[in-house]
């Protein structure tokens, strides 16, 4: 997507060990006109009148996940990272690690908002190792629901993620796809 | 707003300890469509065209805000409650006790995206006792910015944040605001 590539270049900032920081515009600070924009593409891309929920983490997939919600006409549904006196009942739980945090946490989604009749698009801001998507796939196939796609913001391209789904059969729509970057340079190819 | 007030009578679910649970609309399970009309009514309620952020805190007020910031044309930016890898540089830095999760933590929010010339709604899914919104304005006044009103979804009219907040002249609009509920009995009461 060509939008947020040319908003990568500009704002984005590559940091040594692989971090791609842009915090101006996807997961501090939230442009929410052009999460608009990718959500309309996400639309495009997943075109199935199947698709009946929109499954996310917490926190910073939220918002790109409401804004792709109202071109595809369906609740958001968040998993959330830490047990809360608010959540009774029961719940589907995996376990993730993350990237950006360097630990291990769990995942819930309460029961009730995850079933069987479910066709779920997981949307998220990046995919990297692929940790947080297995984990929100392993809580879809818990609930015995199906998952119809993953939609990403920024994929990193060199690390396994993508693969490790593509090769499960899964659908990935990443709308940009980062081949390789150098912090040094401040060069950044994206893979079309 | 009526449409806010139909919905918690409808699916909200109290719960002993002063507990309205809303998640199968408003902060696990979200309607963004729900979503949507509060943005519009956020809107009329802060007409301001000084407004050039909206400021809310991870991560139930994320789906709200950027809802709510498209009819803003503005950004939104989260507060973080936990220090990230990649969150580098300086941050404002406050302290929040969270009823919900019966604990205190601290919440951050870059210097980058929090200035002397922003003029900020703060935005949030809940108003309790005031913790999380005190904390928001903490780290506006940190930054030398200015508050221009606090939007809430709900508001638990029978605990001190609004009176807390209101006393010291902030604007605070709340979109339904309980005056008293029964968890035997189911009833729910509004202020109007």
Redesign the interface.
């Known amino acids: 997507m060509q939008l947020l590539e040319e908003r990568i270049r500009r704002d984005g900032n590559i940091?040594p060990g692989n971090?791609l920081?842009v915090?101006?515009?996807l997961?501090?600070?939230?442009?929410?006109?052009l999460?608009?924009e990718m959500g309309k593409e996400f639309r495009r891309l997943f075109p199935s009148e199947k698709i009946n929920k929109i499954l996310t983490i917490?926190?910073s997939g939220?918002?790109i996940?409401?804004?792709a919600?109202?071109y595809f006409?369906v609740?958001?549904?968040?998993a959330?990272k830490?047990q809360?006196?608010?959540?009774?009942g029961e719940q589907y739980v995996t376990r993730i690690e993350s990237f950006?945090?360097?630990r291990i946490y769990d995942v819930i989604?309460?029961k009730?908002?995850l079933g069987k009749d479910d066709h779920v698009l997981i949307i998220d801001d990046f995919l990297a190792n692929g940790c947080a998507v297995l984990g929100l796939i392993d809580l879809i196939k818990n609930a015995g629901a199906h998952v119809e796609g993953v939609g990403i913001a920024i994929e990193k391209g060199f690390q396994k993620g993508g693969s490790l789904l593509r090769d499960q059969g899964i659908r990935v729509e990443s709308l940009a796809i980062v081949e390789r970057m150098n912090d040094e340079t401040g060069e950044i190819v994206f893979r079309h």
């Open positions: 940091k971090v920081k915090d101006s515009f997961n501090h600070q939230m442009d929410v006109e999460f608009n917490e926190a939220i918002g996940a409401c804004s919600a109202q006409h609740p958001v549904v968040f959330k830490s809360s006196i608010n959540l009774d950006t945090h360097k989604v309460s009730k908002y």
